[in-house]
């Protein structure tokens, strides 16, 4: 069954071409076809990887981000590597929505009325859900009657209890919809059935903290296959510090702002979102390896910007193991959780006073899917690879296997 995985963003777009056959694979397969595209403005560039590992780059001249994406999706049959012979093979697309605002909470087939649901939730996630939607409509219109399924990236803390979930402002806020949503939930949820599967253990025998770090970072605590509470909340802002994202601050700053310099709610909204984290703090760049490189050569700036990071990202875990009452293993997702000796190394530390040990030479291979605590520790320490699009794509194999 070929299966297509599509991950939206405002200015780029992942996809992913499955092929699964009768039963799902233990283990996550790669998959056939691969694209990410990005864009500004006139311009696309698209990256294509194939099973058979060769890649492909391509410059075009587009009018919009539609016109991008068709271009992207029509070079799944036509041009230098097509993956199917015929639109038709494609038995089933996946997408991956930011925020479904706790009105789904499990995965479900797009019809009209999931499609005024995703388009409501965009007065709360603008840059995505409306990217989503267009998502869904240009595969309407390339593939016809195909069945797509919506897969919520809320979902997954849809059960956190009231405590975790409610900002204690006025009632009225939770009232109209003002909580904490939660984020990342797809591969927060991969990660736990990941961690039980290569720790060997039921998932609900486990209490696991699960530390996204990628461009945008988030925890989760998930007690026994269920997650109880998250850092990021009503948007994807809250909680960690981030690439170009602050995570959270004081709201007086915001109010002292507006008063004080009549900073404007956009532009407040540009600096949390783009001038802020690792950038913001460094000068250097989002990118966890240059401000390494600078903090290397001395400068002060990157070295600060790690140790806040660092700072919290323990202060993040200590409260998410508090949220559960203990855990039995850390896991480290994403860009900077599986490829940072340093940010895991440096995490670790303190918690060694709750029996945990990190085996360091371990640790400096950064392996994925695998546990790199010494024997003897108290805790299990994983690295597992981020799989948004395969949990995406397994969530679709299942709905279409059921029906
Ligand atoms: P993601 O959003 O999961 O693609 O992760 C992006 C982040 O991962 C960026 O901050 C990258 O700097 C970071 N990253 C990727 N490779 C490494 C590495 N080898 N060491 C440190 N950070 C890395």
Redesign the pocket.
Same mark, same amino acid.
């Given at each position: 069954m070929k299966i297509l995985a599509l991950n939206s963003g405002s200015s780029s777009q992942k996809s992913c071409l499955y092929d699964i056959g009768d039963s799902l694979p233990e283990h996550p397969p790669n998959p056939v076809w691969e694209a990410k595209i990005e864009w500004n403005g006139s311009q696309a560039d698209i990256d294509i990887k194939t099973s058979a590992g060769k890649t492909f780059h391509d410059q075009v001249k587009v009018t919009s981000r539609r016109h991008a994406l068709e271009h992207l999706f029509r070079s799944l049959w036509e041009g230098d590597a097509p993956a199917v012979g015929k639109p038709s093979e494609i038995r089933v697309v996946g997408h991956r929505i930011v925020l479904g605002q706790h009105k789904f909470e499990e995965p479900i087939l797009v019809n009209p009325e999931v499609k005024r649901v995703i388009a409501d939730a965009s007065v709360f996630a603008p840059l995505h859900n409306r990217a989503e939607l267009e998502g869904i409509e240009i595969m309407q219109r390339l593939l016809g009657h195909v069945p797509q399924v919506a897969v919520f990236d809320t979902a997954f803390h849809h059960r956190m209890p009231l405590g975790a979930v409610v900002y204690p402002g006025p009632y009225e806020w939770f009232e109209r919809g003002i909580r904490r949503y939660g984020f990342h939930g797809i591969n927060h949820q991969y990660c736990a059935h990941r961690a039980a599967q290569l720790m060997r253990k039921p998932v609900d025998s486990l209490q696991l903290v699960s530390c996204h770090?990628? $461009?945008?970072c988030s925890l989760a605590a998930v007690d026994r296959g269920r997650s109880v509470d998250t850092t990021m909340g009503f948007t994807p802002l809250e909680g960690l510090m981030m690439?170009t994202r602050s995570g959270s601050v004081d709201p007086s700053i915001l109010t002292y702002l507006m008063r004080s310099r009549k900073t404007d709610g956009q532009q407040l909204d540009q600096q949390l979102n783009h001038e802020s984290g690792?950038l913001g703090i460094s000068g250097v760049s989002?990118? /966890?390896?240059?401000? /390494?490189k600078a903090k290397e050569s001395g400068d002060q700036r990157a070295k600060l910007a790690f140790d806040i990071f660092v700072h919290r990202l323990r202060s993040g875990i200590g409260s998410m193991v508090a949220a559960l009452g203990g855990f039995d293993a850390l896991i480290f997702t994403?860009?900077?959780?599986? $490829?940072?000796?340093?940010?895991r190394q440096a995490t670790c530390e303190n918690f060694s006073y709750l029996g945990l040990k990190l085996d360091p030479a371990k640790n400096k291979k950064?392996p994925i899917d695998q546990d790199i605590a010494e024997q003897d520790s108290r805790v299990r320490v994983l690295v597992i690879r981020?799989q948004e699009d395969w949990a995406i794509a397994r969530e679709c194999w299942k709905m279409v296997s059921r029906e």
């Open positions: 770090l990628g $461009n945008g690439g690792l989002s990118d /966890m390896r240059e401000v /390494m994403a860009g900077i959780g599986e $490829n940072s000796e340093a940010v950064s981020a």
